[in-house]
Every structure is written in structure tokens, then in C-alpha cells.
């Protein structure tokens, strides 16, 4: 499995994160599973497209061109065939850009873009083939057109900042007060900008950091627990296992067999770390 991530042009950057690709020949027969990041994806299959479940749907084949929404449970993928796709990955702000008002009915799901925007979903077929040719151009220009009129909520955009600086410990009557908020005015904002509440996302954060620790390892799970906000070692436990079905000493040593090159969290570890080994 190849998976890299490109950074964008300087003047999308306020509204997407990254561009990945992610290539397999020949795919192993196990489920894979990705778990969630924070943020909202656009997703073109080149080649064959996957089956998905999620808590929502169930298995389902994917389409052509995909909006993955925010989500806070795990997704799953079996591939029976060649895979090649590339994705978009938003910041979390402008997570509404292509969905808008509809971003929070569609959480925990991943759909077919068509269903949102089919003009745009075409567009984004012919620019991620370009782009897979080398030729970002046409990528940029239709990101551009597409970001002219959303400008993400500010606020939000630092509360974001705020919580993932702080691996998801910030507090939140914190994050209302720098907002200028009232704690229920913040919920509200945050949800329509991000999909999420902010409890939400700085769970999310948590689980992140998490992951990375596990992958480094270099801390026992108690300490990783600590550091990354839990209680203590039972709650991360909890946490991880209501997440990603493992135990922490379990993602670990699939972490560890990943570098060997056969791991059924091979493609959600090359998610965290950014790059596949």
C-alpha cells in the first residue's frame, strides 16, 4: 500500500488541509478500518471502488466520488479489487464548504457526492484524474472557485486551533469565553462549522493523540493515558476499544506488526502517521 499527502496551494489552505493519494495493486482480503480525525473528506476512486460500513448503513458499495462526513465512530472497508483514489481532506472550519446546512444530518457518514453537488462532483472526477497525472492545476482552480464565497467562522477556526494544540484537553467554558460566546451560542457555532460539538471534537483530538503516542512507543499505556487527558489507564481503555475494537496493548502491538508490512490497522495507521511505511 502507498498512501502520501501533498500540501495545497498557499490560498487554499484556510479551507483544506491536504490532498492524499492512496494506491494498492492487489489489496488483502482483511477489513480495513479508519478511524475518526476531525475533519471531513472529499474522495474520487480511480479505480475500483470499495465496500463501506458504517454504524448508520451497514456494508454498502461505495460511489464514484464521495463527501465523508464528520464522523466519531470507526469506518470500515473491504476492497475487492485495485485500489487508487485520491481525497481532500477540509479543516475542520470548513467543514461545511460542501455540504453546508445539511453537514450535520449527514455525521457517521460517507455519501455520494453526486447527492450534494453533481456539477462539483464531475468537476472533481476530471481534476483528481489530472491530479494523478501531475497536473494539480486544474485541482487548484476548482478549489478556488469553490472557497470564493465560504469564509470559515473565525472564532470556531481558533477555537479548533485551541483544542488541537491541547491534544483535546482545553476546556470548553474556556473556548466560549475567548469566543466571545455563551456556552450555548459556542455549541451551536461549532456544530454548523465543524459537524461536531466540541466535546465532540476534543474527543476526537484525544483519540489522535493517542494513536500517535502508541505508534511512537515510547511511554507505558498508563503514561500515554495521563498525558493524553484520561483518568486513568481503564478510561482510555474504554475509549479506545468503544472506537477502534481494541484494547490499548492490542492497537499497539498491531501498530508494531504494520511495520512488518501485514496489519489489520494498515490503513488507519497510515492515516495517522500521514505516509504508509
Sequence with gaps: MEYLEYPVAENLRRHVACVWRLREAAPAGAVQTIYPDGRCELIVHLATTPRCWDARTGWYPQSMSLFAAQGATAIRLAFPGPLDCIGLR???????????????????????????????????????????????????????????????????????ARIEASAGNARMDAMARAAGLSMRGFQIRFRAA?????????????LRAT?????????????????????????????????TG????????????????DAAVRLAAAFV?????
Excluded at 468537476?123 to 469553490?146: E, G, I, K, Q
Excluded at 465543524?194 to 484525544?206: C, D, S, W
Design 194 to 206: 465543524v459537524g461536531l460539538a466540541p466535546k465532540e471534537f476534543a474527543r476526537v483530538m484525544r
Design 246 to 261: 481494541l484494547t490499548p496493548a492490542k492497537l499497539r502491538a498491531e501498530l508494531r506488526r504494520d511495520r512488518d508490512g
Design 90 to 160: 477540509l479543516q475542520p472550519a470548513a467543514s461545511a464548504v460542501i455540504a453546508q446546512h445539511r453537514l450535520g444530518s449527514l455525521r457517521d457518514r460517507v455519501v455520494d457526492l453526486a447527492g450534494i453537488d453533481a456539477g462539483f462532483g464531475r468537476s472533481l472526477r476530471s481534476a483528481a484524474r489530472a491530479f494523478a497525472r501531475d497536473d494539480p492545476a486544474p485541482m487548484w482552480r476548482l478549489l478556488t472557485r469553490r472557497i470564493a464565497t465560504f469564509s470559515p467562522d473565525a472564532r470556531i477556526e481558533a477555537a479548533v
Design 211 to 243: 494513536l500517535r503516542a502508541l505508534d511512537a512507543d515510547q511511554a507505558s499505556i498508563a503514561e500515554i493515558a495521563a498525558d493524553s487527558g484520561f483518568a486513568d489507564q481503564a478510561h482510555v481503555t474504554r475509549e479506545l476499544q468503544r472506537v
Design 273 to 277: 502517521r500521514g505516509h504508509s511505511r
